[in-house]
């Protein structure tokens, strides 16, 4: 696909920033399946040998595991997703991708890789003259400072145009109303009746609210379904895209441009016509307000307010920060913190210092209807929110980039990689000691009164059974990181959604009670690859490399000692008509489970459909031990197309 721009090229603004345009575009159209230069996830020939050998033992080739999966008709889903049902053996090529984009350096590829994956059309294009952006007279600025920031501001002029184009195509009305049944749907507002001011505070009337919560009780949901998915649908998001790749790049450049400048001695506000420019000082400062762009140099600040996001509700179609350096503090107090976008577009690049992000709701790197990333570079951080964060997306864009340091993640539910209906919700941490921990909030009623709901780590879930899911991944790219959620989480997907945790080293630990760690559900795909190190998973039921109901589940664990512990329904376990594959690559591995005759490497013949279930558990070297009864070197035959594949070192094959 094509994506192009018209400007006028007969002024400063416009030759400093063509190479700039470029890099957005050209962004855009370079990723595709075979971009992924990376290994690391994808299945090798050595395990693809093994997983041949191990279904040929069952009669079997490796077509068989893509037997129908995709059996429903929602009004909506990726086609990517349903081909990967009919194609599992593919799913890691997926997540190869989305390690590539996040280890790639420049800020505009994770945008062009998120675009790809949700197949979406080139967007609208611009036709806006580079006409000044007067930034006001009698500022006190630093004469450099003002010619940077004339830059920006012309280009968040262009970003403007592109998000009023990405919302066109959907009323007012039915923005709020959109708005309104995503915010009280998760935050489960009729039962809450004090969270009511915080949305009528976004910008969602009380009315609406009331008949939203009405329809609770309404007996045919199909009315307000098809209102909600068709502002999904209407929303152009690559429109806000663009809008956020020019953005991001204009962040990008000011950065480069203000290392050697004079700064205020006092906070410094001007009025533009696209949103207020805010610039710090050197010292500790606080801001409260809704703004196009905060600058900050320096000192220990705080970010309240409607600091950093974006809420095109209000009229603020456009938020952003950047934050150069200091031990920082962003306090969601309301619906929405920095770093989140609702039918809007919010960027936030805090370069240094060991920062705290604490939103009482919704926040770093939420993209609602909208396009949000929060990119923090340096320092040991905190995340804390209750849902819908640290790389939240739907029918839009969030994500929450963390490079060095050791980092905490907190989160109620709905995050930490998260993807609704058309949508893409990524949290990458380029390395440390990391904490991840998701639950405790939001009760799992339908199942288990004493657990906790997650859907978190890697969890992507549609609307069932009227539209699918989107695009999740939680990527860590190095150190010793924990992992701690309940229900739904750690590589899980739910209704043709696709779910990811990808972590490439270190000794980790993850522990979940259900439907995690590689786990499809529902005709979709989880997938947990981890490339390596001394690690150890704990869960219960409906998780390690499994999947249920015509989906695809995988656990991939490249090398190192590994601990498998659970009770039943674990470790290559299929159940509905589903494929569930745990592979481990290497080391003196412990696989454990309290009930061994419903786990490990066990399918099901599915008599009351037409066909079964397939389970694969193989594991390619080194010294190990099973509950089931498995020995090393042995192929084991599970009940109803089920298989224990254990190879001896250095082989292809089982040694009997």
């Known amino acids: 696909m094509r994506f192009r721009i018209r400007i006028h090229h007969g002024d400063t603004e416009a030759r400093r920033w063509r190479a700039v345009l470029r890099c957005v575009f050209g962004a855009f159209c370079c990723v595709t399946p075979a971009a992924a230069q990376t290994n690391w996830p994808g299945v090798g020939a050595p395990e693809r040998a093994v997983l041949a050998a191990a279904l040929d033992g069952l009669n079997m080739t490796t077509n068989d595991p893509g037997f129908a999966k995709d059996v429903a008709e929602p009004r909506w889903a990726l086609q990517r997703v349903r081909r990967l049902l009919e194609h599992p053996l593919e799913f890691p090529d997926l997540a190869a991708e989305v390690v590539a984009a996040a280890e790639n350096s420049e800020s505009i590829f994770l945008y062009g890789a998120a675009a790809d994956w949700l197949e979406l059309e080139a967007p609208t294009q611009l036709d806006v003259p580079m006409a000044p952006a007067r930034l006001g007279g009698g500022s006190g600025l630093d004469p450099y400072l003002a010619d940077v920031l004339h830059v920006f501001v012309s280009v968040a002029r262009r970003a403007r145009v592109s998000v009023d184009l990405a919302v066109a195509g959907v009323t007012p009305e039915d923005r709020v109303y959109a708005a309104a049944s995503t915010m009280a749907g998760t935050f489960l507002v009729g039962d809450h009746p004090e969270l009511r001011p915080l949305l009528v505070a976004e910008g969602c009337p009380e009315l609406v609210i009331e008949a939203i919560i009405a329809e609770d009780d309404d007996l045919d949901p199909e009315p307000g379904v098809r209102r909600y998915l068709g502002v999904c649908e209407g929303v152009k998001i690559e429109n806000l895209m663009l809008a956020a790749g020019l953005l991001h790049g204009a962040l990008d450049e000011l950065q480069k441009n203000v290392s050697a400048i004079a700064w205020p001695t006092n906070v410094v506000r001007i009025e533009t016509d696209v949103g207020m420019v805010v610039v710090g000082t050197t010292g500790d400062d606080s801001f409260a307000e809704g703004a196009l762009l905060i600058l900050d140099p320096g000192g220990d600040d705080v970010y309240r307010g409607g600091a950093g996001s974006a809420n095109g509700l209000l009229g603020n179609f456009l938020g952003s920060i950047l934050e150069l350096g200091g031990d920082d503090r962003y306090e969601g107090e309301g619906l929405l913190g920095a770093g989140a976008a609702l039918f809007g577009v919010a960027v936030v690049v805090d370069c240094a210092g060991d920062d705290v992000h604490r939103d009482a709701f919704v926040g770093a790197g939420a993209g609602l209807f909208g396009v949000a990333r929060v990119e923090d570079l340096k320092g040991d951080d905190a995340y804390r929110a209750l849902a819908l964060g640290q790389g939240a997306g739907v029918a839009g ?24 209906v058309r949508g893409v919700g990524l949290l990458v941490d380029s390395g440390g000691n990391d904490r991840y921990a998701a639950g405790g909030h939001l009760v799992d009623w339908d199942r288990n009164e004493d657990r906790y709901l997650s859907m978190a780590q890697g969890f992507a879930t549609g609307m069932r059974p009227y539209a699918g899911g989107g695009i999740a991944a939680l990527v860590d790219l190095d150190g010793n990181d924990a992992y701690e959620a309940d229900v739904f989480g750690q590589g899980a997907g739910y209704w043709y959604g696709a779910g990811m945790l990808l972590d490439r080293r270190g000794q980790d630990t993850y522990h979940l009670f259900q439907y995690g760690q590689g786990s499809g559900i529902h005709l979709s795909l989880g997938l947990l690859a981890d490339g390596g190190g001394r690690d150890a998973y704990t869960g219960y039921i409906l ?45 003196n591995d412990a696989y454990f489970a309290r009930q061994p005759d419903r786990a490990q490497g066990i399918g099901e013949d599915s008599l009351d459909r037409e066909y079964g279930s397939l389970a694969l558990l193989l594991d390619l070297a080194g010294a190990d031990r099973y509950t089931c009864g498995a020995k090393d070197g042995v192929r084991m035959e599970r009940p109803d197309f089920g298989m224990v594949y254990d190879v001896l070192e250095n082989t292809n094959a089982p040694g009997r």
């Open 397 to 420: 864009v969030g994500v929450l980039r963390d490079g060095a340091g050791q980092d905490r993640y907190d989160l109620g539910y709905s995050g930490q990689g998260y993807a609704g």
């Open 543 to 587: 998780c390690q490399g499994n999947a249920h109901d015509y989906a695809v589940g995988l656990l991939l664990d490249r090398d190192g000692d590994d601990t498998y512990s659970g009770d039943h329904h674990v470790q290559g376990r299929a159940i509905n008509n589903a494929f569930g594959l745990l592979l481990d690559g290497a080391g």
